[in-house]
């Protein structure tokens, strides 16, 4: 990951701020015939008091709801804002909806060949809750022929925190109070420590690489299964996306089926969708294979994963931001369903994840609908040649069953996104837990586990075991969901009525559920 500059921002005071008229950002001309300037890291500017004001926050906003970011960049390039790599497009912000946006509030040419940029953000609803935000604004060159850190900076970093008072309004700020959701977002400690699954050492990592005979250079991987050098234009099928649900990364996916049957998918990982497209500050490369070892033997799920700058192999990466993890454990923790340890079978009953469309952020260029085919390409390529749980094979069939042909079938060109499996759906509230709770906070993990953990029908989560089960790892534990992204996600949300998650499970009626009134605080 790049090095990126940090500062804190305290915005308490923003939530009272008046209202006033919003600038273009547009950048200034540079000239005819000048060629656009490379792009170069933002360089934060301190607030000034003669700064314009904020846009109020509506009254009785959570802390965070809004909060301003200043900066200077050359003249002549544009920039992109981002929050945990979610791209805010540039709005008013009377027309700033769910998504999140940012509005420019000032624009000043310095005359030294940069600009300088106040500029006001609003995160995803679900993020206005939180107690700390992470923007991160890219420098983009206009000049189409830069490529690297010419065409894209790396990100300019801002923690953005609440204010030294502990009170908003005369009441406490949300994330003080022990035992609600937004206190258990900020108190996340078992997350980062895979739970369910554990860690792995160094000593694991260099076993399993030579164990699985991982090559030491993500190029000899890319050969070895069947990627011709430097041309993705060969691939089975390949796609652009921003991963909202999971680990908030950027990514350009890519997968290729060899003669034999093997399968293999490497996903290169960048801050923003964005930056996948335009292969700029690539982060790490995760690499996966069903193949036998040896060859003629059974296929195993295989991982490695390879450095971003020069391809060499890693035996740890930090994909959440939250410290790096050792492989294959950092993988394991949600494509497989058990541990691995030094010398332990590398048969780790590992699989593919399905590509679930609701769950992505697109480009403005490269969106959904003209990546369609490709993604189910990627679905399919699981179902046909990637050893699927049978969970994964009824949601993907779900996703693109054509109601004209007979049961179950993947003939519908386009992925439904609320569908659901066969076995859920009986009634209002089975619909509302999948399609409130486990779509978007446990089914990208669980699905992969085993019958029973993987919810793959609603009797695996009524059952007098998995009710309670369920209830201590959620309310008394804190334990999940077991990501950092999925969890914040899940905890953060609020519903219409005020609603959240919490009160979906509440009312979904299910045995030995002991938190009526919600989780205990």
Not at 169 to 191: R, S, Y
Request: charged letters at 15%; glycine letters at 8%.
């Amino acid at each position: 990951m790049p090095t990126l500059t940090t500062r804190v921002t305290s915005v308490t005071s923003l939530l009272a701020l008046a209202a006033i008229s919003i600038a273009s950002s547009c950048p200034p001309s540079t000239g005819s015939g000048t060629p656009p300037p490379a792009a170069a890291a933002p360089v934060g500017v301190a607030p000034a008091t003669t700064d314009p004001a904020p846009t109020a926050a509506p009254a009785g906003a959570p802390a965070l709801y809004t909060s301003t970011l200043k900066f200077k960049i050359p003249t002549g390039t544009v920039f992109e804002v981002a929050e945990e790599g979610w791209l805010l497009p540039e709005n008013t912000i009377a027309n700033c909806g769910d998504d999140g946006c940012y509005s420019v509030l000032n624009r000043v040419d310095n005359g030294d060949g940069t600009t300088t940029y106040l500029i006001q953000t609003w995160p995803q609803s679900y993020k206005r809750f939180a107690e700390k935000l992470i923007y991160a604004v890219t420098d983009v060159s206009l000049n189409s022929g830069f490529t690297g850190a010419n065409l894209a900076s790396t990100p300019d970093t801002f923690i953005v925190t609440p204010g030294v008072s502990t009170t908003l309004g005369g009441q406490p700020l949300p994330f003080t109070v022990h035992g609600t959701p937004e206190w258990a977002a900020a108190n996340e400690q078992q997350t980062l420590q895979f739970a369910t699954i554990g860690l792995s050492t160094q000593a694991d990592a260099s076993a399993y690489y030579a164990a699985t005979g991982a090559p030491a250079d993500f190029a000899t991987w890319r050969t070895n299964n069947g990627f011709a050098a430097n041309d993705d234009s060969q691939d089975d099928a390949k796609a652009f996306y921003f991963n909202a649900g999971d680990l908030a990364l950027g990514r350009s996916m890519h997968m290729k089926i060899k003669a034999n049957g093997d399968i293999a998918y490497y996903v290169s990982n960048y801050p923003t969708v964005a930056d996948a497209i335009r292969n700029t500050n690539l982060i790490a490369s995760v690499a996966m294979e069903f193949s036998p070892i040896p060859p003629g033997t059974q296929r195993v799920m295989k991982f490695a994963v390879y450095k971003g700058s020069d391809g060499s192999r890693l035996l740890a990466a930090d994909l959440d931001g939250n410290g790096a993890k050792f492989v294959p454990n950092l993988c394991v923790i949600c494509h497989g369903q058990q541990k691995y340890v030094a010398n332990g079978p590398v048969d780790l009953n590992a699989r593919y994840l399905p590509f679930d469309l609701t769950n992505f952020q697109y480009d403005r260029t490269i969106g959904r609908n003209s990546q369609e085919a490709a993604f189910k390409q990627l679905n399919v390529g699981i179902l046909d040649h990637g050893n699927p749980t049978a969970a994964e094979s009824d949601l993907i069939n779900s996703w693109y069953n054509d109601p004209t042909q007979a049961p179950p079938n993947h003939a519908a060109t386009t992925q439904i996104d609320d569908a659901m499996p066969s076995t859920w759906g009986a009634t209002t509230a089975e619909t509302n837990l999948y399609q409130i709770v486990i779509r978007p906070s446990c089914r990208s993990c669980h699905i992969s586990r085993g019958p029973g953990l993987d919810f793959g029908a609603f009797a695996d989560i009524q059952s007098t075991v998995r009710g309670p089960d369920a209830a201590n790892q959620i309310c008394s534990n804190r334990a999940m969901p077991n990501a950092k992204v999925t969890y914040r996600r899940f905890w953060l949300t609020h519903l219409p009525q005020g609603k959240t998650p919490i009160d979906v499970l509440n009312s979904a009626g299910l045995h030995g559920w002991p938190f009526a009134g919600g989780c205990p605080q």
